[in-house]
């Protein structure tokens, strides 16, 4: 789960993270009183989007005194804000954070997420703030510095000065530095979080180690533990198909491509999409039923598929385990029942009941063909695309 950089700043106030002093606002007039709390002439205006580059899209602005923040809230609020994240359809802003400007003496970045390989989260440092980490991993990755954390223990003061010290950072900088590290850690480690990203994170000219940025992703499995947390949802961020698919419990993610997949289990839907790419196909989303589907889940699933204008076949790919593929026919039927499909459909079941899974299909007089292994499904998807 993703939240916008103001309840980020809010989860780190708690956790005694420094962030500079800022208000949330909905409106011009509500842009304009918030600047007026915030003491200090400078105020920054930022639009509130789940998406990074907002900056270079024209969605922060410095405002030098009152008249200024109302110029900027009113340029920004409502604007469609198009970002290397958003994609070219970009998003509309309907809220902003306005906050205090800082008195900047440098700019670093630190990263706080899951290293997979070492099952293992990862605290990295660079002294490239304000640049996409990802760049500067291709061009100077000598530049980032990273401590990995034992998960019995957590984050350590040795770790945390080795990093402030790889920093650059001396005296009252160091110190504040380390007691940031340890603080941040323990927010990101209490909160589930998936990541915690400060960028920039600034050093100001009196020695202060502040989060300018602040963004935070969540472990959707984890939120039952974090009410509190998930109360920052926003629904107008997130994808209307994929917030359908959640009501069901079906893991959907929305693509570029044409090709409608459903498959069951997160990696046998990850080389399905993999052999349409293969095959010469573009896949539309990734949706994994479950190992406990049942005909309900995977018929809504089926129409979540369809919802999408740009599915111009799809393909069903399901091994039976714990799910039998019956069930899985019977859901397929049930959907094309009751929507009108005029779309291609190839069907690849295997395992658990498929037998009785192809006779039900079969009866069913649906227009789709089956194929019998997976190479052989990508290949038909593509061709039919292709006619």
Do not use: W
């Not at 080795?162 to 927010?187: D, E, I």
């Not at 926003?234 to 209307?240: F, I, N, V, W």
């Not at 039927?333 to 079941?349: G, M």
Request: glycine share 10%.
């Amino acid at each position: 789960m993703k939240i916008h950089e103001y309840q980020a700043k809010e989860i780190l106030r708690k956790y005694n993270v420094p962030v500079p002093e800022g208000h949330v606002a909905y409106t011009v007039d509500g842009a304009v009183q918030a600047a007026k709390e915030i003491k200090g002439k400078v105020k920054v205006v930022k639009a509130q989007i789940h998406a990074g580059g907002r900056g270079k899209g024209g969605g922060v602005k410095v405002a030098k005194g009152i008249p200024e923040v109302r110029k900027y809230a009113k340029k920004i609020l409502g604007m469609n804000l198009v970002t290397h994240q958003t994609g070219p359809e970009g998003r509309i802003v309907k809220r902003l954070l306005i906050e205090q400007g800082m008195n900047i003496a440098k700019e670093l970045y630190v990263g706080i997420t899951l290293d997979r390989h070492q099952s293992r989260n990862v605290v990295m440092v660079s002294t490239e703030g304000g640049m996409e980490i990802e760049k500067v991993a291709a061009e100077t990755p000598e530049k980032i510095l990273k401590e990995t954390i034992d998960p019995a223990v957590g984050l350590q003061a040795y770790q945390a000065r080795k990093l402030a010290f790889g920093l650059g950072l001396s005296g009252v900088q160091f110190k504040n530095a380390v007691k940031f590290l340890l603080s941040l850690y323990k927010a990101f480690d209490d909160t589930d979080a998936t990541i915690a990203e400060i960028n920039p994170l600034v050093v100001t000219k009196e020695g202060d180690v502040i989060a300018l940025d602040a963004k935070m992703n969540f472990d959707d499995n984890a939120m039952y533990r974090h009410r509190d947390i998930l109360t920052y949802r926003d629904l107008d961020e997130e994808d209307p198909l994929e917030i359908e698919a959640s009501k069901y419990q079906l893991n959907y993610i929305k693509l570029d491509g044409n090709v409608g997949c459903m498959v069951n289990g997160a990696g046998l839907a990850m080389a399905t999409m993999d052999i349409i790419k293969l095959a010469g196909g573009e896949p539309a989303n990734f949706l994994d039923v479950g190992g406990t589907a049942n005909k309900e889940t995977v018929a809504s699933g089926f129409k979540i598929i369809l919802t999408d204008p740009k599915v111009k076949a799809i393909l069903i790919n399901i091994f039976g385990g714990i799910v039998r593929c019956d069930r899985v026919a019977q859901g397929v039927i049930d959907a094309v029942n009751q929507i009108k499909v005029e779309i291609p459909i190839i069907i690849r079941l295997d395992g658990t009941n498929a037998e009785e899974a192809a006779a039900l299909l079969e009866k069913s007089k649906m227009n789709f063909e089956v194929a019998a292994n997976l190479k052989e499904a990508a290949e038909k998807v593509t061709a039919v695309l292709a006619k």
